[in-house]
C-alpha cells in the first residue's frame, strides 16, 4: 500500500545548526503533510503542501515537494532543544473524500543543547 | 492543546477485562479516526467515522469495537485484547471529509497496557 518512507530514521545534530529530514513515496499524491510527535504524545500538524506546489515556508520549516522523484524533503533552520520529536510525513493519495493518511515510520530528531 | 482530548491517558488491563476508551473533539468536525501505534512500526489506521458513520475498518480484529454517537464523540470499546495489542492509542479529527486528505487534528493518546 502507499506508504511515505522517512529518512534518516534517526538525526542527532547540535543546537543552532539545521535540520533535513527527507520522505519518499510510491504513488501520485494530492498532497503531503508533515506532522511532528513529542514522545508519548499525539502528532502535532506542521505544514501541508499541495500536489502542485513546489515549497512552503512557515517560520523555521521548509519543506519542499519533488513530484517527478516522489519525495519531500522537511529544514528546520536554527534548531532548538525544545525541536526533539519524531516527524512524520504522511500522504494522502486520493482526490475525493474518505480518503485517509497514510504515515510513514518517522525520523527520530535530538537536538543536543 | 489541539481541540481533541482523550480519557483516560493511561490504561491497564488484563485480558479478561473490558474497558472504553473515549474521544471528544470541540473543533465541529466532522470526521473522526483511531490510530493505533506501536513501537517502530508506521502509524496504523483502525477505523474512520464521516457524519457519525463508518467508513473504514482497516482489517481490525473484532475485539476492538468502536462507537460514533456523534460528530464530537468517538468511542473505542476494547474486550479480551492481547498482550500485543498494548500501544498508544490516538483519536484524530478533521473537518471535512469530502476534501480529501485533510489536516488532522490528533488527541494526546491513550498509553494501553495489556497484561
Known amino acids: 500500500s502507499q506508504q511515505g518512507e522517512e529518512d534518516p530514521q534517526a538525526l542527532s545534530i547540535q543546537e543552532g545548526e539545521n535540520a533535513t529530514m527527507n520522505c519518499s513515496y510510491k504513488?501520485?499524491?494530492?498532497?503531503l503533510q508533515w506532522y511532528r510527535q513529542n514522545s508519548g504524545r499525539g502528532l502535532v500538524h506542521l505544514i501541508l503542501?499541495?500536489?502542485?506546489?513546489r515549497e512552503k515556508h512557515s517560520g523555521r520549516l521548509r519543506v519542499t515537494l519533488d513530484t517527478s522523484k516522489k519525495s519531500s524533503s522537511l529544514l528546520i533552520t536554527a534548531s532548538r532543544a525544545a525541536d526533539t520529536a519524531s516527524y512524520f510525513c504522511a500522504t494522502a493519495i486520493g482526490m475525493s473524500g474518505n480518503t485517509p493518511l497514510v504515515f510513514g515510520k518517522g525520523t527520530r530528531l535530538s537536538v543536543i543543547a | 492543546e489541539t481541540g481533541v482530548t482523550q480519557t483516560p491517558r493511561h490504561l491497564v488491563m488484563g485480558m479478561t477485562n473490558k474497558k472504553s476508551l473515549k474521544c471528544e473533539q470541540h473543533l465541529g468536525h466532522n470526521a473522526m479516526y483511531w490510530y493505533k501505534q506501536s513501537a517502530k512500526k508506521p502509524l496504523e489506521l483502525m477505523f474512520v467515522y464521516n457524519f457519525k458513520e463508518q467508513t473504514e475498518n482497516n482489517s481490525v480484529p473484532s475485539r476492538f469495537s468502536p462507537e460514533c454517537p456523534n460528530s464530537s464523540h468517538l468511542f473505542l470499546h476494547l474486550h479480551t485484547l492481547q498482550p500485543e495489542d498494548s500501544a498508544l492509542y490516538l483519536c484524530?479529527?478533521?473537518?471535512?471529509?469530502?476534501?480529501?486528505?485533510?489536516?488532522?487534528?490528533f488527541g494526546p493518546g491513550t498509553r494501553l497496557l495489556v497484561l
Open positions: 484524530a479529527s478533521s473537518q471535512d471529509p469530502r476534501g480529501g486528505g485533510e489536516t488532522q487534528y
Open positions: 503542501i499541495r500536489s502542485n506546489e
Open positions: 504513488t501520485s499524491i494530492n498532497n
